[in-house]
């Protein structure tokens, strides 16, 4: 069984997540808490890690750099990196997390394909095709959610939680805008699929839904 919990930066996911694992687990169940994003699975930062010892000079060090953004304007690396991460993907949700739901476990997705879909539309605007063949066979091969959230908060409220927690690297509020718009977008998100939570409530408010949400499943 994989469930799957997307949304905006501070929404409290890892929050809610923590809390889900702990009751599901209290009740005997099984659970793997999986965390992927395009480019940043534990196979591909493991693969840019040994690019950069390798490399030293020409991959830029980890976080956002001016070096860094030089380097993706360039065509031909943008295009190698979408396809080694659309690839990566493929491994890490259509094998790893699906292996993981057939020997048992509950496995819980923070973020999913739909999150990374965002990213690449919002990183590579004049290259990454969500109506390509290659990312359409990518979505049709991952296994499907049993269950899926959508927390969501407005951009004020994200980037006031984003200071509060002292994130190293926080979006702008122009990132935030856009994620939100395409979280809240019917046609990536749509409301059949997605059970979406505005999260300015309490904490325990937000988690009392989703156990309702489980309790209908199970």
């Known amino acids: 069984m994989i469930i799957v919990f997307s949304g905006t930066d501070g929404s409290g996911k890892s929050t809610q ?3 889900i694992s702990n009751y599901l687990e209290s009740n005997q169940y099984k659970i793997k808490v999986v965390w992927g994003r395009g480019g940043y699975t534990p196979l591909f930062s493991s693969l840019k890690k040994i690019l950069r010892v390798l490399l030293t000079k020409k991959i830029p060090q980890a976080g956002i750099s001016q070096s860094r953004d030089k380097m993706l304007k360039r065509k031909s690396i943008s295009k190698t990196w979408l396809t080694i991460a659309i690839l990566d993907l493929f491994l890490f ?3 790893y997390v699906q292996i993981l739901s057939l020997f048992g476990f509950v496995v819980i997705c923070d973020r999913y394909i739909e999150d990374t879909e965002i ?5 590579f605007p004049n290259i990454f095709n969500p109506n390509s063949v290659f990312w359409r066979l990518l979505v049709w091969s991952l ?3 049993s269950l899926s959230f959508l927390l969501y908060i407005p951009v004020d409220v994200s980037l006031t939680r984003s200071k509060m927690k002292g994130e190293p690297f926080p979006d702008t509020p122009e990132t935030l805008s856009f994620r939100l718009q395409s979280y809240l ?3 990536i998100f749509p ?3 997605y059970h979406k939570i505005d999260c300015q409530k309490s904490i325990e408010s937000v988690q009392i839904e989703i156990r309702e949400k489980f309790k209908e499943l199970f």
């Open 17 to 19: 997540i923590e809390m």
């Open 93 to 95: 949700y259509g094998l």
């Open 119 to 123: 990213d690449f539309r919002r990183n």
């Open 143 to 145: 296994p499907k959610p």
């Open 185 to 187: 977008n019917e046609s």
């Open 191 to 193: 409301s059949a699929k």
